[in-house]
């Protein structure tokens, strides 16, 4: 294939960019970033005049947080080393409009230096208002559902931190409950031992009775049945006393362990409960995130 078969497969350069300047918008910046010529698209898409156009600067149609950071110097330092610029950009109109624009921004390159700045440009602005719309419908659905999950989490909490309070005041009840029954215990116990001390004196008695009435031979064998009859008498209630000792001091030793029982219930409940609080403030946390994801939701569309 020879050139001239080739030079007839390209088209007029002059149609292809009368074409361009048809279709899209197309403004050329010196390299100071000053508008040196611009289309009708673009003119119309800006809110200007194309006769308004060259003479302008590049930073009026950027946000002025934008054109006062390093990123900006950079971005023109690029182009300026022939780096071409492509991507979604967000530019003010001229009556302070925000609109979104698909651009490429091409070094034009003569003579081995690059001369001018071409920019490329397609207003996308409803499709970014469109996108950004199913953004915030997802983010006010994620914020709804996250604040139903909330509720519900705190509701259930509040339900649980009830049923633990009843828990912890039968915990108390039964604790004043065991704590009467070991006073009681205690009483029995030294009743006992009361008991006790009056049967061995009863029959210390007895044995001397008993010793006064052989002494008194004949004269003192009735009251000697009556001795033997009391000292029996006294070891019945020894023996008795003993037994209800030996059950006493088991039941001490019972309500002992459950008052250790109840000491560890009322430990696992109180730690239960600061849990189940701490739970609870996690999900008026959630809630709150909840409404500050709703409130930037809001705030996106107001941008946009």
Not at 12 to 32: C, G, Q, R, W, Y
Not at 131 to 140: H, M, R
Not at 255 to 266: A, D, I, L, N
Request: hydrophobic share 40%; proline share 2%; aromatic share 4%.
């Amino acid at each position: 294939m020879n050139y001239a078969e080739v030079s007839k497969q390209v088209l007029n350069p002059d149609a292809v960019l009368s074409a361009l300047e048809k279709s899209l918008a197309m403004i050329e910046f010196d390299l100071e970033g000053t508008v040196l010529w611009a289309n009708d698209n673009f003119a119309q898409t800006i809110g200007y005049q194309t006769e308004e156009m060259p003479g302008l600067k590049h930073r009026q149609f950027c946000l002025p947080e934008f054109a006062a950071t390093p990123e900006y110097k950079h971005f023109w330092n690029n182009l300026r080393q022939g780096i071409h610029h492509q991507g979604k950009i967000q530019r003010i109109t001229k009556d302070g409009r925000l609109i979104w624009l698909e651009a490429t921004y091409m070094p034009v390159v003569q003579d081995g230096q690059v001369k001018a700045v071409l920019k490329i440009a397609t207003d996308i602005t409803i499709r970014q208002r469109n996108a950004a719309a199913k953004v915030t419908e997802d983010l006010n659905v994620m914020a709804e559902n996250l604040r139903n999950r909330a509720i519900e989490g705190i509701d259930r909490s509040r339900d649980l931190v009830e049923a633990m309070n009843k828990i912890v005041t039968e915990a108390d009840e039964n604790k004043h409950q065991v704590q009467a029954l070991q006073l009681q215990a205690a009483a029995i116990k030294g009743i006992v031992d009361t008991i006790r001390d009056i049967a061995a004196q009863t029959n210390l008695l007895a044995l001397n009775a008993a010793i006064e009435a052989a002494h008194a031979g004949e004269f003192g064998r009735g009251f000697n049945i009556v001795a033997a009859e009391v000292r029996n008498l006294s070891k019945q209630v020894q023996e008795a006393t003993q037994e209800v000792q030996n059950n006493v001091e088991k039941i001490t030793v019972q309500v002992e362990k459950m008052g250790t029982s109840v000491k560890r219930s009322e430990l696992a409940i109180a730690d239960s409960k600061q849990r189940i609080e701490q739970a609870l403030n996690e999900f008026s946390g959630i809630g709150d995130a909840a409404q500050q994801l709703d409130q930037q939701a809001k705030t996106l569309v107001e941008l946009v």
